[in-house]
C-alpha cells in the first residue's frame, strides 16, 4: 500500500472514531466504550468466543467474561456452549442486543446530524459511496489475523468495520 492510501485509511479511521467518540459524549452516554465495543463485534460478526471478542477489543479474556455475564443479565447477549468445542461458551447477541445496537447508532447519527447540515449533495453521495465501500470489505478480526481468531479457533465468516 503506498503512503497516500495509508493516510487516507488513517485519516477515516481517526475521523470515524472521533466523530463517534463526540456523537456519544453530546448524548450524554455513559456506556463505556468497551461494552459498546462487545455489543457491535457481535453485531458486525455473529457469534464469537470470549477469547476472540477479548483480542479484537484489546481487553483480557476475565474482563470480557465479566462484561459479557453483565450484557448477559441485561438480556442484551446470549452464552452458550461452542459446538466446536464444549470448553468454550459462545456469545451472541440476543434480539434486544441488535435492537440496541440499532438504537444507539441511529441516536449517534440523530446528535451528528445537525453537524452536518451544511453538507453537498455530492458531500452526502461521496459518504453513503464510502459507507457502502467499507461494509462490503471483509474485515472481520478472523480476516485481518490471517484466518484464526487468538485461540487458533477456524475463523467466522464477518464483514465491515464493528465499532458501535
Known amino acids: ?5 495509508r493516510d487516507t485509511l ?3 479511521f481517526g475521523a470515524v472514531h472521533d466523530a463517534t467518540r463526540s456523537a456519544a459524549a453530546a448524548l450524554g452516554d455513559r456506556t463505556g466504550s468497551a461494552t459498546r465495543h462487545i455489543l457491535g463485534l457481535l453485531a458486525a460478526e455473529g457469534d464469537l468466543r470470549i477469547s476472540t471478542v477479548a483480542a479484537a477489543v ?5 474482563a470480557i467474561a465479566h462484561s459479557a455475564a453483565q450484557l448477559e443479565d441485561q438480556g442484551l447477549i446470549a452464552r452458550r456452549p461452542d459446538p466446536a468445542d464444549a470448553r468454550h461458551a459462545l456469545l451472541s447477541l440476543t434480539a434486544a442486543g441488535h435492537d440496541a445496537v440499532a438504537e444507539w447508532r441511529a441516536r449517534l447519527a440523530e446528535v451528528a446530524a445537525p453537524a452536518l ?4 449533495e455530492a458531500d452526502w453521495a461521496i459518504l453513503a459511496a464510502a459507507a457502502r465501500i467499507i ?7 478472523e480476516r ?3 484466518g484464526l481468531s487468538s485461540d487458533g479457533a477456524p475463523a467466522t ?3 465491515g468495520l464493528h465499532a458501535v
Not at 447540515?117 to 453537498?120: D, K
Request: aromatic share 0%.
Open 1 to 5: 500500500m503506498d503512503d497516500a492510501r
Open 10 to 12: 488513517v485519516a477515516l
Open 58 to 62: 484489546r481487553i483480557p479474556p476475565p
Open 117 to 120: 447540515t451544511g453538507l453537498a
Open 135 to 141: 461494509s462490503s470489505v471483509d474485515l472481520s478480526v
Open 144 to 146: 485481518l489475523r490471517g
Open 157 to 159: 465468516p464477518g464483514r
